[in-house]
């Protein structure tokens, strides 16, 4: 017995041991301690205690001091800017991008954040569409449609008016407020079509797009109409964008040469120029950026710029192509949009959107999703800086995430779109940014050999396309909370978490407008 006792007791010994072996492996493989950089040098500073202990003095003396004075101005003035697919994991890289983790997003200094839930009302993942119905409306909707709600379905050819919604634009027209609306999209496109447009389907554009879809342009009007012809967008004050072709016919070719996608004989810019002469208005058409500077302001009363046949380029295409002296930058729209604007004494809504962050990510090709966010980030300095926080309040969000992720162990300061400095277990490297889906699987992966050696592959071009876990061809949205950020009058309204169709019930109450005015809250 004593024999036996002996042996299960070196077994039990023998398998702690073991066991500990295994997870020590095991923490060393979660948390590795890796080689230091040699391009690393700490700052001094970060080094000391007290710099720590005094920053966050710094940040915790600001929070006091905002809540001990609550900004409940009515806002005069509400501008939303909108990152199209601006993830939290974007945020953090494009600081990564910009130098240092440390550095901050302009917008990251707004003294209030919160989380927006961004779920559709038939699909967990949500599209530009029914969000934007939700951010700009205050209803949640079904992925794919716009200005409708959930009781209209994607594509219904026949739909009532009695189930579209209104958006924050409309509410601020009857105020008395201008509106308008600036895009690096298409300006038919999602996101800016929800502050005027209702239709069941957000191809819809051009009356083609009714046709392909085998419903009846007579019944359904398309988004480039209702821009034109109906109400909120016919009061539109400034419309600055992309998507020229949706304007014209086929038969009929822009400045530059390229034909129109209507098939109606039309020629909407046309039809908003004769509009605003009826009005006995000043309304100014521009297509580039010399027009928009060549525009006296201050005499116009009505500004359409379309400054590309569909979207405008990327902002580092702008740079790398030399289409900035073509084409005006996020920046150079806004400050237009509010010069404008501001002549109104009632005040405005202004939508702003980056609506490439978005597209670059379904094509992983991160360098071009965060330097457009790092312009993004401009324009809303641009817009703080012309502004007043004691009149106009400032809201900052993203209509949903994407699958991008920071992975790996990067060194501080290490290139956000270098290789991380640890190999995987095939004993091949891996790109700190990286999707879980999209084209990128393609270029990093081979059939014939596995996972293709980046050693030598400069990660860092902007065409290049980020490794991706799933093969698709267009990567997918994310379904995870995305932040708002806030900025002058009842600025602390946006804290906590909740549904992406607040926001504009929030904006609205600031504003002392539409259904949620002050004194309509409890009818």
Not at 31 to 55: G, I, M, N, V, Y
Not at 293 to 308: A, I, M, N, P, R
Not at 381 to 410: F, Q, W
Request: charge should be negative.
């Amino acid at each position: 017995m004593v024999k036996i006792g002996l042996i299960v007791c070196f077994s039990a010994l023998l398998f702690i041991q073991v066991r500990s072996e295994l997870t020590d492996d095991r923490e060393n493989a979660q948390h590795p301690r890796l080689a230091s950089s040699r391009d690393f040098e700490a700052l001094d500073e970060e080094l000391e205690t007290r710099f720590w202990h005094d920053k966050a003095q710094s940040i915790l003396a600001d929070k006091l001091a905002s809540h001990n004075k609550l900004n409940e101005n009515r806002a005069k003035n509400v501008i939303l800017f909108l990152g199209d697919g601006m993830s939290i994991h974007t945020i953090a890289a494009t600081r990564a991008f910009m130098g240092d983790s440390n550095k901050q997003v302009f917008f990251e200094k707004f003294p209030y954040l919160g989380l927006s839930k961004t779920y559709a009302v038939d699909e967990r993942t949500p599209d530009s569409a029914s969000t934007a119905t939700a951010y700009l409306t205050g209803v949640k909707a079904n992925y794919g449609t716009i200005g409708v709600n959930a009781q209209v379905q994607r594509g219904d050819c026949v739909t009532n008016s009695s189930n579209h919604v209104h958006s924050i634009g409309q509410w601020a027209q009857e105020a008395g407020k201008w509106a308008g609306i600036v895009t690096t999209a298409r300006v038919t496109h999602a996101s800016p079509a929800g502050v005027y447009a209702h239709v069941a389907e957000r191809n819809w554009e051009h009356d083609g797009e009714i046709v392909n879809s085998k419903c009846s342009p007579d019944i359904n009007t398309d988004t480039a109409r209702q821009l034109v012809e109906w109400p909120v967008g016919q009061e539109l004050r400034v419309i600055l964008g992309g998507g020229r072709s949706n304007f014209r016919d086929q038969s009929q070719h822009d400045e530059v040469g390229v034909a129109g996608l209507r098939t109606d004989g039309r020629d909407l810019i046309h039809d908003w120029q004769e509009i605003k002469k009826r009005q006995g208005s000043e309304g100014r058409y521009v297509w580039s950026l010399k027009g928009l500077k060549e525009t006296d302001l201050s005499k116009t009363d009505y500004l359409l710029g379309l400054f590309d046949t569909s979207h405008l380029p990327y902002h580092g295409d702008r740079r790398r192509t030399h289409y900035e002296d073509a084409e005006p930058s996020l920046s150079d729209m806004t400050e237009a949009a509010i010069d404008l604007l501001s002549k109104n004494e009632e005040g405005y809504f202004l939508f702003v959107e980056s609506g490439r962050i978005d597209m670059a990510h379904h094509a992983t090709k991160a360098r071009k999703a965060l330097e457009d966010t790092q312009e993004f980030a401009a324009a809303v300095e641009k817009a703080r800086k012309m502004t007043n926080d004691e009149d106009t309040l400032i809201v900052v969000t993203s209509d949903h995430s994407h699958t991008m992720s920071i992975n790996g162990y990067p060194y501080r300061r290490q290139n956000i779109l270098s290789l991380a400095p640890n190999l995987a277990d095939d004993e091949l490297p891996f790109t700190i940014l990286s999707y879980a889906n999209g084209p990128g699987f393609i270029d990093t992966y081979s059939s014939e050999s596995g996972r293709i050696d980046l050693a030598h592959v400069d990660t860092t071009n902007e065409e290049f396309a980020f490794q991706a876990t799933v093969p698709l061809s267009s990567e997918t949205h994310g379904a995870e909370d995305v932040g708002v950020f806030a900025s002058g009058p009842f600025e602390h309204l946006f804290t906590g978490n909740f549904e992406q169709s607040s926001i504009p019930a929030m904006m609205a109450y600031a504003a002392n407008i539409g259904p949620f005015a002050k004194d309509k809250l409890n009818e």
